[in-house]
């Protein structure tokens, strides 16, 4: 069965830094990942998803992932972190588009003013 | 884009009644929705998977009699949480497949189920 890990609990970076989050993920063959966001109370939004073709993907809010098959990670980044980013940060798998998403333990961000 | 209408957004119940959660695709058509319960500061566990017309497929652990999932339309999934208790007490989100053909899943915005 696929797994997801969030080494990092929770992240501090100061606004205007750069921030990157990481996710390493468990699965036989090619998985299906995505990152989500969620802020407190409320449902989770997509920022962006990798599938298959260019390892480096590009999302919204200006947040970009890459895929790197070696490492089994799919980390987040973004150049410039704003204050309205602090929330919490889910990375997700599954083995192929509509089945079950398995969640990472998620992290926390809060970005210092 | 593809909405996924989740509602009650919270709801209060007494010990023992019984709570309904309404999860509907508006603009799309949902095959197949996912119930995930999700405990504070901690992630989402996927309860059952919900498939239009046929029986829910509950993940181990969870307890089909009391978390009864219907899926009778391509449109509306419901989630009843039966005689209901304060452990019962969490964040309820559903999401259901995008029907664009990439593969997405689109997110209620969750219920926050207090028992008391």
């Known amino acids: 069965a696929q797994s997801v890990t969030q080494p990092d609990i929770h992240i501090t970076v100061s606004e205007g830094a750069s921030l990157e989050l990481r996710c390493n993920y468990s699965?036989?063959?090619?998985?299906?990942l995505f990152w989500y966001v969620q802020s407190p109370g409320q449902g989770l939004q997509l920022l962006l998803k990798?599938?298959?073709?260019?390892?480096l993907v590009q999302g919204i809010k200006g947040f970009e992932a890459e895929f790197k098959r070696s490492q089994s990670s799919f980390n987040l980044r973004k150049p410039s972190v704003h204050w309205s980013d602090a929330a919490e940060y889910f990375c997700?798998?599954?083995?192929?588009?509509?089945?079950?998403?398995?969640f990472g333990t998620g992290t926390q961000l809060k970005v210092e003013l | 884009g593809a909405v996924v209408s989740q509602h009650p957004s919270w709801v209060i119940c007494k010990s023992g009644t019984s709570v309904k959660i309404e999860c509907r695709s508006l603009?799309?058509?949902?095959?197949?929705m996912f119930w995930y319960r999700q405990f504070p500061k901690q992630s989402l566990m996927l309860m059952a998977t919900?498939?239009?017309?046929?029986?829910?497929?509950?993940e181990q652990g969870v307890e089909k009699d009391k978390f009864l999932i219907n899926h009778a339309s391509l449109t509306l999934s419901t989630l009843t949480v039966t005689s209901a208790h304060p452990e019962d007490s969490s964040f309820y989100i559903c999401?259901?497949?995008?029907?664009?053909?990439?593969?997405?899943?689109?997110f209620g915005s969750g219920t926050r189920l207090t028992v008391v």
């Open positions: 997700a798998v599954t083995t192929g588009g509509g089945n079950k998403l398995t």
């Open positions: 603009d799309f058509q949902a095959t197949t």
């Open positions: 919900s498939n239009e017309g046929s029986k829910a497929t509950y």
């Open positions: 999401s259901a497949r995008d029907s664009s053909g990439e593969g997405g899943y689109t």
């Open positions: 699965y036989g063959a090619t998985p299906y």
């Open positions: 990798y599938f298959s073709g260019d390892t």
